[in-house]
Nanobody, 124 residues
Framework: VQLQASGGGLVQAGESLRLSCTTS?????????VGWVRQAPGKQREFVAS??????????LYSDAVKGRFTISRDNTKNTVYLQMNSLQPDDTATYYC???????????????WGEGTLVTVSS
């Protein structure tokens, strides 16, 4: 399964960005969960958000750091998962990775499939 993340860029604090994760797997067939994980310079990777497959209820999960500001969604017709990021802050500066796994209950640290990251920079 190939994952391609896009949409990163440079924004000012308070602005918004939408990241996209497009998969080579039609309608995410066989994929139980898709998530976003980020890594800031000099820091470990951290979970951002995830969404399960439609058959698993399209359940969403967010880290406390982004809850209320970020929204994850999916469009199976476009084989794409989105991460709408509002009210961005300098602490959100990181490389954002799209990842996925077959199991809808898998922890993000065990996700099998990873794409290249897209850089988000938030200036103050």
């Amino acid at each position: 399964v190939q994952l391609q993340a896009s949409g990163g860029g440079l924004v000012q604090a308070g602005e918004s960005l939408r990241l996209s994760c497009t998969t080579s797997r039609s309608r995410f067939g066989g994929i139980g969960v898709v998530g976003w994980v980020r890594q800031a310079p000099g820091k470990q990777r951290e979970f951002v958000a995830s969404i399960t497959s439609i058959s698993s209820g399209s359940s969403t999960l967010y880290s406390d750091a982004v809850k209320g500001r970020f929204t994850i969604s999916r469009d199976n017709t476009k084989n794409t998962v989105y991460l709408q990021m509002n009210s961005l802050q300098p602490d959100d500066t990181a490389t954002y990775y799209c990842s996925a796994d077959r199991g809808p209950q898998s922890g993000w640290w065990t996700f099998e499939f990873w794409g290249e990251g897209t850089l988000v920079t938030v200036s103050s």
